[in-house]
């Protein structure tokens, strides 16, 4: 692991590191941030995972996230949204290839031999940083669109591995959505069976979560109709899904709305993950 | 107006008043509580509609909004649920006829003479509280069950009437539910087309609410299959409509799940109604 950059923020440290990943076959950067309380004892973690064509660095410099950490004394982890580089396939469209994993591991080519972004996120990026940080065991995680997407299925798919949830206006219901059905079908192929676990109003009815989760929504987000919040609400409430839903007025799909929210989702998550140590 | 009693509450004035209704044709009790801020000044007003079986007497005792309304300033209305009376017609059943009104100014027999408690809310008893006690012309409306039934329709269907707006485990789609079909075939006849604005899911897809609304929903309430939260979630964040909806868990439908979010409603209220004076 390669220390990229490290910045003191809000008395803490915000750093960004390289490391060669195993599960997608390249060099995959991510970033982490480290509250002041992480000087003295581990920290809960929050995994914030992002949308299509971010990095780990659009949420690290324009969420806000760090200010909240520090206040609760919580860890941020930062993944990037898929594998890099000249060696991995990609394709012109900023909605599919590079940029736009979705958090799934592909089976079909040429998408499969770097395209694992579900075990990358669920296991080798989190002994990593379990590994070589003052972090927790104990893991919340959000997101944003294609992130919220992510934040949410992942959550839903592995209870024992987070104890807190919640999203920023995520891809609800992506296989019945052109933000998921395109990419779903290249990556796991057209048997549709296959995408039931990477959907969160489908999980909502096959497991939902075991705790209560925080959905932020914009009600001026430019892209609704792909996102589907209704969907998710819908399935929340029919399955009695402890939670809340948020439809915030005339805020959009940019980091503003993120930003604005985000005090909100880490106290959630420090509520949480902070209690019953 | 008879005043049947008043008790100090919270340092103001918790009252019960007795008049003869024109719109229900028979005498109605109501309740009224005035804050401490009254004695100086008039405040703005929430109303509290009750649900199935209740008169004016359950949340005023047991929903615990005194302690909110005096902490922020706000005068409370408690109506009764139905006109009431030996004249007035009735039924066995608990869910219709006396206690069971649902805000509805019913145009069949035998109900048309007395049910007419959307009159009676939105203009005599308004009218009536506006001339007597110290309140403004400012108005937020919340209720419980067929009352959040009737604070939603009420509040949708009259915008420039109310200034906030939520409620407690609401009747949401009663036009699809035997909470509601019994009833409005009963008040309002058999022509479905007329039940339209007494549904929340369907004003909501017809006119929305111009602000945003907090909706609380008990995920153990014991009548969910009548209540349909689902329907109403499904339709605030299809339409996009700025509110928030929670699924509170373990919460039954109660006055202790009222009380235990009473404080969170006054708050939202107060919020609304206190601002831009």
Not at 81 to 95: E, H, I, K, L, N
């Amino acid at each position: 692991m390669e220390t990229l950059s490290e910045n003191r923020s809000f008395e803490g440290v915000q750093g960004v590191y390289k490391h060669a990943s195993t599960a997608c076959g390249c060099d995959m950067t991510f970033a982490v941030y480290l509250p002041p309380q992480a000087k003295t004892g581990k920290v809960p973690v929050l995994w914030y995972l992002s949308g299509l064509t971010c990095t780990h660095e659009n949420a690290m410099v324009k969420a806000g996230l760090q200010e909240h950490a520090a206040e609760h004394g919580l860890a941020l982890v930062f993944p990037d949204t898929s594998p890099r580089g000249d060696d991995v396939a990609d394709d012109d469209a900023y909605d599919l290839g590079q940029g736009a994993g979705f958090y799934v591991n592909a089976t079909r080519n040429p998408w499969r031999p770097h395209f694992q972004m579900y075990d990358y996120i669920t296991s080798e990026l989190r002994d990593l940083v379990l590994a070589n940080f003052a972090i927790l065991d104990r893991h919340g995680i959000t997101g944003h669109s294609m992130g919220g997407h992510g934040a949410l299925t992942i959550a839903m798919r592995n209870p024992d591995m987070y104890d807190s949830l919640s999203a920023f206006a995520p891809i609800a219901n992506p296989t019945q959505s052109d933000w998921g059905r395109k990419q779903l079908s290249a990556y796991l192929g057209d048997d549709e069976s296959s995408w039931c676990q990477h959907d969160s109003v489908l999980l909502m009815d096959d497991k939902g979560w075991k705790g209560d989760l925080l959905i932020d929504q914009g009600g001026s987000d430019q892209f609704l109709d792909l996102l589907k919040p209704e969907t998710l609400a819908e399935a929340m409430m029919r399955n009695r899904q402890p939670g809340v839903f948020r439809m915030q007025e005339g805020y959009d799909h940019s980091y503003f709305f993120v930003n604005s929210f985000a005090g909100d989702h880490v106290a959630w998550h420090a509520d949480r993950l902070l209690q019953d140590q």
